[in-house]
């Protein structure tokens, strides 16, 4: 099938406009998302091609942007609703979570509601907009979660999650937008939700990554084989519900997990991942789990700061050597 | 305009629903809370005489009233309330979560004003899809303090969307009465984003339907929303079990006697009335009795 | 000292009491707070004590009920705002996100404000007035969370959580509002911000537990104690930071985990401690560490649901002894 | 009222702190985004000419010239912006989050009408504890479709609280139009919650200051809110580096022209002018100084 090298900010674009083609009960709205085609492009042309109807630029109000697409899905529509950046979500958790996540559990009728967000660092703004707390949605029955680290899986999630008729959270990262992939241009190309993807495979040790430290963690899987260390590398993918299958599977066969992540470490996805993998991989275990994670701080706004905090290659190449000695 | 003993029975539907489940309430057979609408039967039944079914509604935690005027199964609210399998969500969830899309109910809610950007957004889904249907969004007054009250306001306003919002307007929020929540009239509220703001009396219900039936017929010619602010009042407490030590006695009392059921009661035939009333009684007894006699909700339906 | 057999919500209106009187520049805020005496009692007779300036009923705004906690604090107050159930929380996020917990971080000055709020279930109250997502605030740099189990320790903490000069969230629990301890009287008894505590001393198994399960745990503890099986029961009272240290010191020394609590399992407290352990414990674990938790669904209505849904003294006391058979 | 040549000063002072931190930008050494407020300083400058040290306000994401009217500290904030470990958070947070409480600036915002209920709860604050002080809430038209817009317009209503909302309406929110973001007018939503709501032009800095000073008397004598909206045009794009295609040229040429800086200036003596001109480039120029000769910030710092 054919493929283009496409940026993860076109990935999405693509997806949009493909489900928009496909299905004309899908509409989108959002700040800037209209006229302006998104404050980073990522919905560019949409709005000429679909019309003011089916692409709307909404006023700053978050919890209502996120409610209109719970009342316009469950009358028929298929929303895709954009909360500019993550830290925006805080303004709407009460209608994602006690709305959204419950309607299903209160009507017994689907809600085909997606909602697009974008998280982390990388954009220098600061404190209030680079936030990644995607765990908070991991705890809730009803969400499905989504994180795609690169262009190809960004539309195929996308893509998936339009598709779906139950509320899904896609959280973009920033910091990937223009990082590449070949990316299948099939209108029918899913990537399904749930599944995690291998993306290196390794006997020594399973480093399980998410959003923007997965190219992280395959060069530092490149750096550790110099050193005859071979690391499995996973993408995550989807958030809620975890891949507990594939993890465990892959933990099981190399004895020892590192979990890279670009949010802070309490109570996180990584906690989520190790504590998952210490219940079920127990006896196969011969190291300690590592959590690689941006330090437990806020985030800055200088870049040469914000990279002091996340993780780097080197942490991450580390902890996967450190680990493969014990 | 719908016929006084179509909206005679409404009422005593609403009003006799629940009296007849603050008496399971209070023999110990309803598993949740109950929040009681007697007194207010005439916004639910007089705004949804302005409706048909395929328009939808949102409602609130105190809510029998806008489902039975809308549609709902009586069975299956009843069976609900009382916490057994036949109720609308197998009987989980109770009161505060009752819906039925099939009738236009988008469902009750236990998070106060969490139905104005959903009744917004149902309102814009219909339009975009062509339908003439409109959406109602029923709420108390406290919910006009919550910050979606202006976001929905708003965008309603700006896209011209075919909703109503309904303020209930019954004196009190929980324990506290309407003066610790709204500052101004909650009627004006409406002006300041360019859109129609009435105050109605809710001791009429007629008054109420013809308010309904004029900000429905904006609604669906495609003049945008409509605020109505239905002056009425909660008789009984927050909660059933709530004595509501903290209102006025000779207040509550004055409202009692101008009972808006009573007084479209009295305007039909005696014989009619009697008849209505006593089919809402088989319908409730029915209800009750097979509710009472489905099995309890089951850990298996945990969802 | 003094003590007294005080209800939960005593020690929480104690607490009030005594700290509202031992400094005037704390004030209390909230619905239904002041003329009511709070929806279940825990503020009564504060407005009367200390008058409409100092107590005030709120309209129902939970963002600006935060946030004016926040500006109230910002200008030499110590306020004390009420959410009056967790769920209502999501209304605030991004006041006690994005605006409380960073206010330090971006002027440098202290911000003495306690956001009290109640979770749980056993008020019969359903899916949107009994979730914990206690978890969600634990991975906010700048926020101390605390959630008593107990009378004692709910004075103590909300009294330490008023004189702390950080946002500080204590998170009640309504199904212990009833439940008694003995509560020492002396105005400057506190409990110490940060310290996990130790109920019952065991050998064989360490139990961590949270709110409504630690009085289950302790009970399933006895039951062990019958077939000679000897637990330690800790209550972690402070959810973040974390104690870190108290719980791997019992988890060396028992060398097994059991993890209980009233939130679903995924991405929770309970995640957090079984990674903690297993990265910081893992040579002297004996058993795969294990979560005993909420079933991952909604909360229902029906006290019989809601208590077929959340850990049991018997789901409790069935993990330590299958933990201690290995 | 303030003299000619302190408001001329102030207005000077922002226009050339933003003009020269956008040279900076331009030059690489701003590390974080800059939303500048070129041709809004009358709204600043002439609402802080009415406070006092001891009022407090905040502020948002476009705040330089909030900060500079109240009285920050130029060096501190250059240092800041230019990621300095000089600056107010040690260079680590740059424009979006200033702060400075011992002049009473609570702090510029990331989050659209974050500060709305800030500004409300320091009012609350400044009248419990005795104060005559009052608090000033900055914030742009587009924060107005924030449920916190509608939440702390209520509380401020309802308690008489000791706060001035000042929108600066600039025709723009990001990249859309007002037209966009504003059902009806700003000042009118006042008037639905029973407070005075007025319009202001924001071309005459003394016009700004009068309406202030009326605001800010109404509030230190107890009687409670006020809101201002002062009608103004964003000169520059969002942020800088931002086009700005969305808009109409002539339109953003027509305000250039009606340059309120200029327009004082031209009231003033010619070398009063050139004085203040001077005084202000110093200012700057040392401050730039200082901050490039400073350490940038460091990752001990992080917090
Ligand atoms: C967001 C939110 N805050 C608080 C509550 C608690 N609560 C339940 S009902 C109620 C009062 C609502 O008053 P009103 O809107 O007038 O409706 P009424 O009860 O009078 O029908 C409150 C505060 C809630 N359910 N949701
Ligand atoms: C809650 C929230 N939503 C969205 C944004 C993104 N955003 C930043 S500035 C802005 C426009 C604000 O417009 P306005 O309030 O008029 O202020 P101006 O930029 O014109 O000064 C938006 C939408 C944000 N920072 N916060
Ligand atoms: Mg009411
Ligand atoms: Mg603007």
Not at chain 2, 92 to 105: I, K, T, Y
């Amino acid at each position: 099938m054919s493929m283009k090298d496409l940026k993860f900010w076109q990935g999405v674009n693509q997806a949009l406009y493909q489900e928009m083609e496909r299905d004309e009960s899908v509409v989108l709205f959002g700040e800037d998302v209209a006229g302006p085609g998104g404050p980073y492009g990522l919905t560019r042309n949409l709005h000429r091609e679909f019309g003011p109807d089916r692409v709307r630029d909404t006023p700053i109000s978050e919890a209502t942007i996120v409610g209109m697409g719970i009342g316009a899905a469950a009358v028929g529509l298929r929303p895709v609703v954009e909360l500019m950046f993550f830290d925006f979500c805080m303004l709407a958790m009460d209608q994602i979570v006690n709305q959204a996540a419950k309607y299903r559990y209160f009507t017994g009728r689907p809600l085909p509601l997606t909602i697009r967000t974008m998280s982390g660092s990388g954009g220098s703004y600061g404190a209030q907009h680079c936030q990644s707390f995607e765990a908070w949605f991991g705890a809730v029955p009803g969400l499905t979660v989504v994180m795609p680290s690169n262009a190809r899986d960004a539309k195929g999630l996308l893509k998936s999650a339009i598709r779906s008729d139950d509320p899904t959270l896609v959280i973009e990262t920033f910091g990937l937008l223009t990082a590449r992939r070949q990316t299948p241009q099939d209108p029918d190309f899913l990537v399904r939700l749930g599944r995690a993807e291998i993306r290196r495979s390794g006997t020594d040790v399973t480093v399980v990554a998410t959003g923007r430290m997965v190219d992280r963690a395959l060069a530092a899987a490149e750096q550790a084989a110099v050193d005859g260390v071979s690391a499995e590398v996973m993408d995550l993918r989807t958030i809620a519900p975890l891949d507990r299958a594939t993890v465990c599977e892959s933990v099981v066969r190399t004895g020892r997990l590192v979990v890279a992540q670009e949010a802070t470490s309490p109570f996180s996805v990584a906690a989520e991942v190790c504590a998952l993998v210490s219940e079920e991989c127990f006896d196969h275990l011969r190291a300690a789990p590592v959590r690689i994670t941006a330090c437990f701080s806020n985030v800055p706004t200088p870049p040469d700061l914000v990279e002091a905090r996340a993780p780097s290659v080197a942490d991450i190449y580390e902890a996967i050597a450190e680990i493969s000695r014990t | 305009m719908a016929e006084l003993a179509t909206l005679y029975r409404g009422l005593r539907l609403c009003r006799r629903f629940e009296e007849v489940m603050a008496e399971q309430y209070r023999a110990g057979t309803v598993p949740g809370p109950l929040h009681l609408a007697l007194g207010q039967e005439t916004t639910a039944v007089g705004v949804c005489a302005a409706l048909r079914r395929t328009d939808v509604i949102t409602s609130t935690h105190r809510g029998h009233h806008h489902c039975l005027a809308k549609g709902a199964d009586v069975d299956r609210m009843v069976a609900e309330l009382l916490g057994r399998r036949t109720g609308y969500s197998k009987g989980r969830n109770g009161s505060m979560h009752l819906a039925d899309p099939d009738v236009g109910l988008l469902g009750t809610n236990g998070i106060v004003g969490g139905g104005l950007p959903i009744a917004t957004g149902a309102a814009l889904g219909l339009r975009t899809q062509g339908r003439s249907d409109v959406a109602v969004c029923f709420f108390g007054e406290g919910a006009t303090s919550t910050g979606n009250f202006g976001e929905a306001l708003n965008v309603a306003a700006l896209w011209r969307l075919p909703v109503v919002f309904v303020c209930e307007h019954n004196r009190f929020a929980e324990l506290t009465p309407s003066s610790t929540h709204i500052a101004g009239d909650v009627y004006r509220r409406a002006e300041a984003y360019g859109f129609p703001g009435e105050r109605v009396d809710g001791a009429d219900v007629r008054g109420v339907l013809r308010a309904a039936e004029q900000a429905v017929a904006r609604a669906r010619a495609g003049e945008g929303p409509t605020l109505l602010e239905v002056m009425t009042y909660r008789w009984s407490g927050h909660y059933v079990g709530d004595a509501a030590a903290y209102r006025d006695k000779a207040e509550a009392a004055a409202f009692r006697d101008g009972d808006p059921v009573a007084a479209l009661r009295a305007e039909l035939a005696g014989l009619e009335a009697d008849a209505i009333d006593a089919q809402v009684e088989d319908l409730l007894a029915g209800a009750l009795e097979r509710a009472l006699a489905a099995p309890t909700a089951d850990p298996e339906d945990l969802g």
